[in-house]
């Protein structure tokens, strides 16, 4: 006969312990010391067992009930339901965790490039991290999220902030099926943040004017006393070896080679997974021979004077940029008039447009496949002429600088 509330709250402890059956294996146990709890006795493999839902009067009748049901459907489908307090376990621990925790749990099951996860954890490390390890994960509204990705539209990053307002929607997502929240707060949240202005062209803000390049030049050239020598370096590299912004600021000491007058960058580190040599102008090697007396003890190339091996930050050559005197109307280049990642359009339209072969501007891009070039090059004429071209290049930006002893580009070689 089923138990009662008031059969349940009546039981008295008597000399040796003993049951009040509810059916189907579930029963309250009276000890003499007075203890009562709840278990529920299954058969399982041909094995008894014995599960604890838990004691009276904390866990009620209705609730005793509640929780046998639960372990009986475990039963039924050959699985112990002593993996309902491991799994409660589980989740408890869980709650406890921070946004940190689960989106780096996320990170590790991405099958990224190296380059591509380096550069998306720092993305997450900077403006999702600090700001969502506040509070614990179930406490986040869309208005919370919502706030801390307009911080990034704000300051002008909206495709960046779209593309983690699209990656919390993923976190969040996995937080959902375990459980840990109701309802996915990042669900539709790029989608309430500004669109990025769209250019003319899909390109990154760059220049093709001789005037302005030997401007911004010129400009480099003469950093203000506040900025870091390291930021100055690579401002100066940048236009001579067309390497993206991230290769600039992750360049390790290890793969350059100054006797051979190359970098050797690994296939890990770039976005296409195959290997890049870049040739070395006398004027890159003088760059590199400045900043190894600064930061040639340490890992990176271009170290701040107040990071100890620390790569360069995100957008900080970008911002350098805009923040350089156009000498023409005495204010701040500002956006849009070039970014580090336009070195590597100027140097492809203008050398296009000074004649060299599209395919070796393209293969020292990192654009072309080597094997369609095989056909026309052989391995040493790729690089006899990758060399004449970086060397003529440097030569070239070297003239504009000095406004007219421009060095005919096509007529100079090296070995």
Not at 201 to 219: A, M, S, V
Not at 221 to 241: G, N, R
Request: net charge positive; hydrophobic share 35%; proline share 5%.
């Amino acid at each position: 006969m089923p138990l009662t509330d008031t059969a349940v709250k009546n039981a008295k402890p008597k000399d040796k312990a003993w049951k009040l059956s509810d059916g189907g294996g579930l029963f309250l146990l009276i000890k003499p010391t007075g203890y009562k709890s709840w278990k529920y006795d299954f058969r399982l493999d041909n094995t008894r067992g014995s599960y604890t839902i838990g004691n009276y009067p904390d866990i009620g009748l209705k609730k005793a009930r509640q929780e046998h049901r639960e372990a009986r459907e475990l039963v039924a489908m050959g699985i112990n339901p002593k993996q309902i307090k491991i799994q409660r376990k589980v989740k408890d621990e869980l709650k406890n965790k921070r946004f940190s925790f689960y989106v780096n749990e996320w990170l590790e099951k991405q099958v990224l490039a190296k380059t591509t996860y380096s550069d998306l954890k720092q993305r997450i490390d900077k403006n999702l991290t600090p700001y969502l390890d506040g509070k614990y994960v179930n406490e986040y509204t869309t208005a919370d999220l919502l706030g801390i990705m307009l911080r990034m539209s704000n300051r002008g990053a909206k495709e960046t902030a779209i593309r983690l307002a699209n990656i919390l929607r993923r976190v969040f997502n996995e937080i959902l099926i375990l459980d840990i929240i109701k309802i996915n707060p990042a669900q539709g949240l790029a989608e309430l943040l500004p669109k990025p202005d769209r250019r003319i062209d899909n390109n990154f803000g760059h220049i093709t004017e001789e005037t302005d390049l030997r401007n911004l030049l010129k400009q480099i050239d003469c950093p203000t006393v506040k900025q870091d020598f390291a930021v100055t370096q690579a401002l100066k590299l940048m236009p001579l070896i067309f390497l993206r912004p991230y290769n600039i600021r992750f360049l390790k000491w290890e793969y350059i080679n100054f006797d051979d007058r190359i970098i050797n960058i690994p296939a890990a580190e770039l976005k296409n997974n195959k290997p890049l040599d870049v040739p070395l102008a006398y004027q890159a090697i003088e760059i590199l021979e400045d900043m190894k007396a600064v930061t040639g003890d340490k890992e990176y190339v271009f170290v701040t004077s107040r990071g100890k091996d620390t790569p360069l930050s995100e957008n900080t050559t970008t911002r350098a940029i805009q923040r350089l005197i156009n000498p023409v109307t005495g204010k701040p280049f500002g956006s849009g008039f070039m970014t580090s990642h336009g070195f590597r359009h100027t140097a492809s339209t203008m050398l296009n447009e000074l004649n060299y072969h599209s395919d070796i501007i393209e293969l020292q891009l990192a654009h072309t496949n080597k094997d369609r070039i095989r056909a026309t090059y052989n391995k040493a004429q790729w690089m006899e002429k990758r060399i004449n071209m970086m060397q003529s290049w440097a030569d070239y930006l070297d003239g504009l600088k000095a406004e007219g002893n421009i060095t005919p580009i096509n007529k100079r070689t090296y070995a």
